[in-house]
């Protein structure tokens, strides 16, 4: 009996695992995501673990208010707090227009790995308000080196 209440949590917890690391590699899909928390950024396809490949173009969406000028940063940070590359993610759409849905974005960050690298992918609110930090997602990835 105790090998079958193994058995069976061992089933569960497979059911309940992350796809595989080839699956999680694509950094660029179609679908519209939804921010995680209201007021927060997110990226489609790219979640915590992901693997990025140089060029990483990332898409997704935002409050339009992070927005500035029809951008807002983007980066990848190391472990070390080293920014390894940074961007703008650019509104792919009219960011001043009256309504207030989130926009989509599109941002290209470049970089160089010698080894697959832990970092953070990190989308950070332009422009915030007097007396109030930025927003930002932040995400944890690790960056592929070229085969």
Known sequence: MREF?????????????PPPAEQ???????TVSIPAQPGAASVDGVMAGARLTSPATLT??????????????????????????EGPARAQSDWTAPNNDPIRFQS???FSVAHDTPATLVLQEDMPGEDAPARETRIPVVLSAHS
């Open 60 to 85: 997704g969406i935002a409050p339009k208010d992070w927005y500035f000028e029809a951008q807002f940063p983007v980066m990848l940070v190391g472990a070390d707090g080293r920014v390894i590359a």
């Open 5 to 17: 209440v193994c058995l069976a949590l061992v089933a569960a917890l497979a059911a309940c695992s």
């Open 24 to 30: 999680a590699e694509t950094t660029t899909l179609t």
């Open 108 to 110: 290209e960050l470049t």
